[in-house]
């Protein structure tokens, strides 16, 4: 990599060139705009598919395993992908470094959606058992396919995403603040539009055709939906894509030149030799972002099946108990786009309290607030447990108000935890030399790594102390008050990147 210029006694460069034009605060906001899309798919995910799993005929205690696709697909697709973006120039190729892999990782949650969505058609191809309360292989190996594909399609157009977003800020650190506040309202907003469409039941009557013989009203619902994720994933990925051009004067020199075979390193003994090179600082972030995590995944496996089980008392296993597990499930959806909005409000004003306080108190905060949430939700379930609900097994309204308000709150601490962790990742792999894609790539194995032991271990857990969500809840609620300590004492007043010092 060749040397950047200096400026030389006179304080002028040697060659003189006009100061760099920054790239508009628009075009930061077109550039986000594909983690609306994203999201949209992302928030169906979360909502629907651990019920749809269980209802292909996966017990309750191994619904988690499924889930262990997805981190480790993002284990390495994320890092890959990130450092062979990094080493692209922006000459050599006609979309820039990053925006080939954000349009190929969007197409690869396209046809995975299809493959999730027709997972229930496809599986009667290969001789499934149809009949209610079967269990339905077939099926279920389509669905396994296209949920990792999904999740490979995922992690390759977020991680670029972001670091297409340092690109075009220059790691200042203002304006990657704000670019990474636009990236949470994107997913704010998909997240609402994802969360409202799953609490929905009526698409089927939109899309009549999803109904068939192997698929009922629930299934049609669920590949309805996928069908406007691709809509608009190919809308906001038209806008990212085609709209907003590589800044020009940044990152051309971080590319590095084309190695030959013999002379390139291997990815992966890059990847982790980097880890040699981190400061404390460093690895604060990524302690702080794994316990952060141990909190959130058992919240985002088992949201709306909490709802549907614990608060409706419904169980997708058993046939008369089916439709109240699915309004429990819409109802949590319902709750999901509650948090959405208020995770869009928070982001608007997460920069104004990173400057006011400090971006490691925010953070710990928010982690404490996390863990409290956790807390309320076994409080909620314990009521819950313990009430009468009457001849019509409706449950009372205070409890869903009280399980509703839970999921709203948890909207702010979601927005910190999408932000602040990569505006610092982003800053502090700064001065080590590291591309911002590999950088965003070891950010996700502190996300992915915490997602594999919660992934292998929740649904066991929760089976060894009577099969409930509320033992994984109870490790959410300590991991997350552990790192907001961590967060409080080891990244104190934490700036979101250090201040440039100005060249004499």
């Not at 969007?106 to 496809?122: K, N, R, Y």
């Not at 972030?285 to 419904?314: A, K, N, Q």
Request: aromatic share 10%.
């Amino acid at each position: 990599m060749p040397p950047p210029r200096r400026p030389n006694a006179g304080g002028t460069t040697s060659a003189a060139l006009p100061p760099p034009r920054k790239v508009p605060l628009r075009s930061l906001l077109r550039a986000a705009s594909v983690a609306c899309g994203v999201q949209f798919g992302w928030a169906l995910q979360l909502s629907l598919l651990t019920p749809y799993v269980q209802e292909l005929g996966i017990p309750h205690a191994f619904a988690s395993l499924v889930w262990l696709c997805g981190p480790l697909s993002g284990l390495l697709v994320q890092p890959l992908i990130g450092h062979l973006s990094d080493r692209i120039a922006p000459a050599d190729s006609p979309l820039g470094r990053r925006r080939p892999f954000i349009a190929a990782g969007a197409a690869s949650i396209a046809f995975s959606v299809l493959t999730v969505g027709f997972s229930a058609d496809l599986g009667r191809l290969f001789g499934d058992n149809i009949r209610p309360g079967s269990t339905r292989y077939g099926a279920i190996i389509v669905y396994m396919i296209g949920f990792w594909l999904l999740d490979v399609g995922n992690n390759a157009t977020q991680g670029p995403c972001r670091a297409f977003l340092a690109d075009l800020t220059e790691n200042d650190p203002r304006r990657t603040r704000i670019a990474n506040a636009y990236f949470s309202l994107f997913m704010a907003l998909g997240n609402i539009l994802g969360y409202a469409t799953g609490a929905y039941s009526g698409w089927y009557k939109i899309f009549p055709f999803t109904i068939t013989e192997s698929c009922g009203v629930s299934c049609a619902n669920l590949k309805s939906a996928f069908l406007l994720d691709i809509i608009i994933l190919a809308i906001t990925t038209y806008v990212t894509v085609v709209t907003v051009q590589d800044n020009p004067t940044f990152g051309s020199d971080e590319a590095a030149p084309r190695p030959s075979s013999h002379e390139e390193e291997a990815f992966l003994f890059e990847l982790f030799g980097s880890f040699k090179y981190f400061t404390m600082p460093v690895w604060m972030v990524l302690i702080v972002t794994s316990l952060t995590w141990i909190g959130w995944f058992p919240f985002i496996l088992f949201d709306t099946d909490w709802m549907g089980r614990e608060i409706y008392r419904g169980s997708p296993e058993i046939v008369a108990d089916t439709q109240k597990y699915h309004d429990g499930v819409r109802m949590g959806s319902f709750g999901l786009m509650l948090n959405s909005v208020l995770l869009g409000i928070t982001s608007v004003v997460t920069e104004k309290l990173c400057r006011k306080w400090g971006a490691g108190l925010v953070w710990g905060v928010s982690n404490i607030i996390m863990a409290l949430c956790f807390v309320a939700m076994l409080v909620i379930t314990y009521v819950a447990q313990n009430l009468d609900y009457g001849p019509s097994g409706a449950p009372p309204t205070g409890i869903v108000v009280a399980s509703l308000t839970v999921f709203t709150i948890l909207g702010a601490p979601l927005s910190i935890t999408y932000s602040i962790p990569y505006a610092m990742a982003t800053s502090r792999v700064e001065n080590l030399g590291l591309g911002q894609g590999l950088a965003m790539g070891i950010l996700n194995l502190s996300i992915v790594i915490p997602q594999i032991i919660v992934s292998l271990g929740s649904g066991p857990w929760d089976s060894l102390f009577g099969g409930g969500n509320a033992p994984s809840f109870w490790v959410a609620a300590a991991a997350s008050f552990i790192g907001g300590l961590v967060a409080i004492l080891g990244l104190p007043r934490a700036r979101i990147a250090p201040k440039k010092r100005s060249q004499r």
